[in-house]
């Protein structure tokens, strides 16, 4: 399972719940519904078919609703126009007949957010104006570039700040619906400062909802600003279609690699979008250089990777998830996992949280632990854990079903459905037989288990166990720190010494000096006889064997032969042989 998420957009390729059972099947982590296409109707369909295909896949496939946000837009034209080089074009806040060499566009306030000399870009770039004089509402422009334009085609200012209203009121409506249908994160278009954030979640509360908000960084000042943006949203999205629209194209490299480091610092996910296959729109399989760009996203330590119109209208969506779900296995595989959590100490935080994560990271590169349990409920815990990038895998166990479906996002996390606990132990035992059960550890394996007291409490990461995956059968007073296995040897009698295996585990009632001899030859000892000042349990420290003490009846529980592994730092025992000793 890789550690990389991908986001897959749904649109008019996807039109029923088995084709999106595929895609969860090929590796989609979360669906995304982009608001910007389609109308209500059709985002509600879309948004049924991902809850009825995580029903078919009993998945828990998280649902991203992309909002349009604070766009200038060209007003509805009678039919599309060609703009040619050297042409004056008049720029209105009213409909205008492109015939008479003027345009219409959505923002009153235009004409005072431009300079003379500036550019206007049209249709994503595509098309390139310039401002030759301002006359109160109305903007001259000469065409650079030409082409054909038509309406609802994006209009962007590069490099100047635009003072749109960070929410329209169709916005404001979306969030409400998201809420309602009960989807996972609102990823916010256009954020240019913490405010527009914090607008967002007064929305989502003022509507009940509980949704994470992922801040779209699109322009420069979302850039400049984005220490105090990722402080008050739950991730970042680098959308580098319109950066590079608002920004040159050979800076948007050099800010994605910003971004992300920044993201994974603050310990927030972070996705990579637009134009990661854009070649497979079309064609059946992707450039070298798209292939590049997916690994280079990887390694810069993005969270998620996020396909657009290669799954909403490509011609091989789900070629597309495939490929990127092989991509991400070939380039984690490449990793430097050490380095890694190596430069995660250099910018660890002198907090109990951030102390605790990063010992679980250490403590399971150190055992070459099978995986990192994090019982956690409002995913806190998973996602500090997360920040450090461990190698082994990150099983988050939550009882609250939004922590699951939002740690879906969170590179290297698992994340697991419980029942609510009621003590810790109850808490780390339920947590293990989740992962037990959704087969990702099994006995034998060694884990480390980080969670926080008092449980059900937000943000309190501040305990870790070292567990070997058991199913425990018995427990006694453990003497030693050692575990190991062995075929049982029932000793009833002086008889019973004769022919004894060398990996033998004796079961009596109790020890005496007369078996000295007969101790020295075997791995491990479980006694009926109860203390730690017992002669079982004397002859086991000086030994250096792990003993069980005070085993009601183990003569007559135990069977020769039987294979048990005993834990002297536990006192547990269990049946079979474990690996991860």
Same mark, same amino acid.
């Given at each position: ?32 519904? =982009? ?32 909002? /349009? ?81 038509? &309406? ?104 994605? #690699?910003?971004?992300?480091? %920044? ?21 059946? +399989?992707?450039? /070298? ?75 399971? %590169? ?7 349990? %994090?019982?956690? &409920? ?12 461990? #190698? ?77 995956? %058991? ?17 049982? /040897? ?50 086991? /420290? ?10 009601? =009846? ?14 002297? &730092? ?6 079979? +042989?474990?690996?991860?000793?």
């Amino acid at each position: 399972m890789n550690k990389t998420k991908i986001i897959a957009t749904l649109g008019p390729q996807c039109q029923t719940a088995d084709q999106l059972v595929e895609f969860i099947a090929a590796g989609m982590n979360v669906a995304r519904i =982009n608001l910007s296409h389609g109308d209500r109707d059709s985002h509600l369909r879309l948004i049924q078919l991902v809850k009825e295909a995580r029903q078919h896949a009993s998945s828990d496939t998280a649902i991203l609703l992309d909002t /349009r946000g604070p766009e200038m837009q060209v007003q509805e034209m009678k039919e599309a126009v060609d703009l040619v080089n050297g042409q004056e074009l008049t720029i209105c806040p009213t409909p205008e007949d492109p015939a008479t060499g003027r345009i219409g566009i959505n923002y009153p306030g235009f004409a005072r957010d431009v300079t003379l000399g500036c550019k206007v870009l049209l249709d994503d770039g595509k098309l390139l104006l310039e401002v030759t004089a301002i006359d109160g509402n109305e903007v001259k422009t000469r065409v650079v570039a030409g082409g054909k334009l038509s &309406s609802r085609k994006r209009v962007a200012l590069p490099g100047l700040a635009v003072n749109l209203p960070s929410l329209s009121e169709e916005d404001e409506a979306d969030i409400a619906f998201g809420v309602q249908q009960g989807v996972d994160f609102i990823a916010a278009s256009f954020v240019r400062q913490a405010d527009d954030v914090w607008a967002v979640r007064r929305i989502i509360e003022d509507n009940g909802g509980q949704q994470a908000i992922i801040a779209k960084i699109e322009n420069r000042q979302g850039v400049e600003n984005i220490d105090r943006i990722l402080k008050a949203a739950d991730g970042l999205m680098v959308a580098r279609g319109d950066l590079g629209v608002e920004m040159p194209a050979e800076e948007v490299p050099v800010i994605q #690699k910003r971004l992300i480091r %920044a993201a994974n610092l603050a310990g927030k996910p972070v996705i990579t979008a637009t134009q990661m296959l854009e070649s497979m729109i079309v064609n059946p +399989s992707p450039t /070298r250089a798209e292939a590049s760009d997916v690994t280079n996203a990887i390694f810069d330590g993005t969270d998620a990777v996020m396909l657009s119109a290669e799954t909403a209208v490509g011609h091989n969506p789900l070629a597309a998830i495939r490929f990127l779900t092989r991509c991400a296995a070939i380039s984690e595989s490449s990793l430097d996992y050490d380095d890694i959590l190596a430069n995660g100490l250099r910018h660890r935080r002198a907090v109990v949280t951030d102390a605790i994560s990063y010992a679980s990271c250490a403590t399971a %590169a150190d055992l070459e632990a099978a995986a990192i349990i %994090a019982t956690t &409920s409002s995913g806190s815990t998973a996602r500090m854990v997360a920040r450090y990038r461990p #190698k082994a895998p990150i099983i988050a166990v939550s009882p609250n079903i939004t922590t699951v479906r939002q740690l879906q996002l969170v590179r290297g996390v698992m994340p697991l459905l419980s029942a609510p606990a009621t003590s810790m132990d109850e808490q780390l035992d339920m947590s293990i037989h989740a992962a037990t059960q959704a087969e990702l550890v099994q006995n034998g394996d060694l884990v480390v288990i980080t969670a926080g007291l008092p449980i059900q409490t937000k943000g309190t990461t501040n305990m870790l166990k070292v567990h070997t995956v %058991a199913d425990v059968c018995f427990t006694g007073q453990g003497i030693g720190t050692t575990m190991t296995d062995g075929e049982v /040897r029932v000793i009833l009698s002086e008889e019973d010494w004769k022919d004894i295996p060398q990996n033998a585990i004796v079961v009596l009632d109790g020890t005496d000096h007369s078996m000295l001899d007969n101790l020295t030859r075997v791995r491990g000892i479980i006694a009926e006889q109860p203390g730690l000042t017992s002669h079982a349990a004397i002859i086991g /420290r000086e030994l250096e064997i792990p003993v069980i003490c005070n085993v009601t =009846n183990a003569t007559k529980i135990f069977e020769n032969g039987q294979t048990v592994t005993i834990d002297g &730092s536990t006192g547990q025992i269990c049946y079979g +042989s474990l690996r991860g000793q």
